[in-house]
T-cell receptor
Framework: ETGVTQSPTHLIKTRGQQVTLRCSSQ?????VSWYQQALGQGPQFIFQ???????GRGNFPPRFSGLQFPNYSSELNVNALELDDSALYLC?????????????FGPGTRLTVL | AQRVTQPEKLLSVFKGAPVELKCNYS??????LFWYVQYSRQRLQLLLR??SRESIKGFTADLNKGETSFHLKKPFAQEEDSAMYYC???????????FGAGTILRVKS
């Protein structure tokens, strides 16, 4: 069983640019959630995808968007990057949104915006 | 609004001493609470959840709805318990998590 993987590991962008982060869910999982973890804080929920549809969103602006593919992998896109977007972005997958199962986290992508 | 509060950024104890990591929550619905742990250079992982009522690595946590708390306890700390601990609340349909800011536990020899 393969765990949750994320790419890239690290990324440096400048203000105003766009970025795409990728996540492969654990085998057998159809629900993916994205979290932003700023330095010294706990992860903050961005949005969740279930069977290719967005299934809930946290308090993040529309320039944060996502996709989920038929194989349940997912992308997080951030447009018009701001300095405050610098954070660790975590992806988590779970077997099914209806089961309230454990969420399995990836190692994260560290984004730095200069 | 949903909120999880972990009042201590750092808790430092000696090996063999009891540990209590505090967690308070605010949620109008029926809460489901978790403790996640992150060891050095490892990813975030589930330690325990209140509905399972089990003890993992000697840790227990009891949900107190009256005090809206879910404190994590262990009677005798071990050096390998040193890690970052996050309390999290599951809200709404789909098991979305609201995390506290985390507490670093340092167990000294």
């Amino acid at each position: 069983e393969t765990g949750v993987t994320q790419s890239p590991t690290h990324l440096i962008k400048t203000r105003g640019q766009q970025v795409t982060l990728r996540c492969s869910s654990q085998s057998g999982h159809n629900t993916v959630s994205w979290y932003q973890q700023a330095l010294g804080q706990g992860p903050q929920f961005i949005f969740q995808y279930y069977r290719e549809e967005e299934n809930g969103r946290g308090n993040f602006p529309p320039r944060f968007s996502g996709l989920q593919f038929p194989n349940y992998s997912s992308e997080l896109n951030v447009n018009a990057l701001e300095l405050d977007d610098s954070a660790l972005y975590l992806c988590a997958s779970t077997r099914d949104r209806d089961l309230r199962d454990e969420q399995f986290f990836g190692p994260g992508t560290r984004l730095t915006v200069l | 609004a949903q909120r999880v509060t972990q009042p201590e950024k750092l808790l430092s104890v000696f090996k063999g001493a009891p540990v209590e990591l505090k967690c308070n929550y605010s949620y109008s619905g029926s809460p489901e609470l978790f403790w996640y742990v992150q060891y050095s250079r490892q990813r975030l992982q589930l330690l325990l959840r209140h509905i399972s009522r089990e003890s993992i690595k000697g840790f227990t946590a009891d949900l107190n709805k009256g005090e809206t708390s879910f404190h994590l306890k262990k009677p005798f700390a071990q050096e390998e318990d040193s890690a970052m601990y996050y309390c999290a609340l599951s809200v709404a349909y789909g098991n979305k998590l609201v995390f506290g800011a985390g507490t670093i536990l340092r167990v000294k020899s």
